[in-house]
């Protein structure tokens, strides 16, 4: 019954090998231990004030969505950080190959859309499946959207997946 999914800035392979993962993995998966003390010391700031150490952290964006502050303050908690840092342990050791049988499966349906400066999934990431697939509706960003376009450009990127998505909207 899926119309359509919508793969952005896909890591779905060789997360451990990207750019990002070569730095992170490390840091994942022995190193995540170290993290917990000071998100536990955090965790007694009040809201405000973790608002406000976000907003610095976030300063150098040129927008930022106040939502994205609001969610971010939810990573002052150990229960989150702990959840987050293991999951993306996992992800570092379990994304390894890209399934190609479920991709030629289901072509028809998905649509990729890749960065051309994304260290998590590099462009030679783009340049192999789009030769892998070549009927596929794998596209690369020509606006400069990051990997997190979430922090910056959501509105963006709901615009822009709104008109992809205009065909199939209109056979339900």
Known sequence: QVLRSVLLFPTIERMAQSPQGKLMTPLLCKLRYVLYMPVYLLSFLPEGVKASLVRFALRGMKTCDESS??????LFSVDCIANILYMASQEMMKVVERDSTTIKQNLKKLTFYYGTGDSWCPQHYY?????????GDIRLCEKGLRHAFVLDASKEMAAMITDWLQDDLTKL
């Not at 502050?69 to 939810?74: D, E, G, L, M």
């Open 69 to 74: 502050i609001t969610t971010s303050v939810n």
């Open 127 to 135: 340049d192999e499946i789009k030769m892998d697939f070549p009927d």
